[in-house]
């Protein structure tokens, strides 16, 4: 039998690794790209009157200050919300569960509301939140609906963090006596918060930018919301309404700039937050 050798080890090594790096390479090239054609054509609309100013005309021209308000209540809304939930559900599934049936269903549960389209939730919200509990279109109903978007991104990375967490953590806290409890509370929870963290990010992230999914719910009103049962009009919506409308594509550009600044600035905050309390949960 004939033994061809085709590529050597090395030369495999070398090809892959250039694969990959070509792969990581055009992922940030892409995000570069969209990002800085974003604010490339937005940025010139942005300024203190745009920012702090009331729309007019239906958005024609004036600013966006009362679609950034609105932005931010629903999306403290959804984090308020999931975060508890999520935590909650990881921590049952990962300390307390083990292995049967239900945790299995849970888990299923969370993987079919991550791959549900955000135009479903809509839906839902409009015949269960608007209709069926009586809210009507208001800050509340679409902070619920993107709380229950975000909550199977919290459970998830939630549920692989507490999972990292070394179990002689586990084993040290109960070898000095603490319960159970006080084991996760004081040790594998203050361990997880960056993990945990992380998943708070990805999951606020899609919801300050959703716009199908609170569209049917949140109303589309061009005032600042004073209270929950107010409607109002996110910057996901806002934007949708510019750019199909045909209202105003200077504006449109102007409103997905902001949301991009808005995101990255949330992102790069809470990120800096985490390292500081990971440098210092380690003794840096």
Partial sequence: MLNIKIMSPKMSQRIMKGVFWASGILTVILLLVIIGYILYKGLPVVNMSFIFSNPIDSGKSGGIFPMIVSSLYVTLI????????????????????????????????????????????????????VVYLGLGWCVLSGGLILAIMALPTILQVA???????????????????????????????????????????????????????????????????????DPARPLPLHL?????EGISLDNAYGTAAVLVLLVLVITVVTNTLVERYSKKMMGR
């Fill in 78 to 129: 959804a984090v308020a919300v999931a975060t508890p939930l999520g935590v909650g559900a990881a921590v049952y599934l990962s300390e307390y569960a083990g292995e049967n049936n239900l945790v299995k269903l849970i888990r299923f549960g969370a993987e079919t509301l991550a791959s549900i389209p955000s135009i479903v939730y809509g839906l839902f919200g409009l015949a269960f939140f």
């Fill in 240 to 244: 949708y309404i510019l750019a199909t």
């Fill in 159 to 229: 549920e692989v963090s507490l999972e990292a967490v070394p179990a002689s953590y586990r084993e040290g806290s109960l070898a000095i006596g603490a319960t159970k409890w006080q084991t996760i509370y004081n040790v594998v929870l203050p361990a997880a918060v960056p993990g945990i963290t992380t998943g708070v990010i990805l999951g606020l992230a899609r919801a300050i930018s959703e716009a199908a999914a609170i569209m049917f719910a949140v109303g589309a009103a061009l005032s600042v919301p004073i209270s929950i049962f």
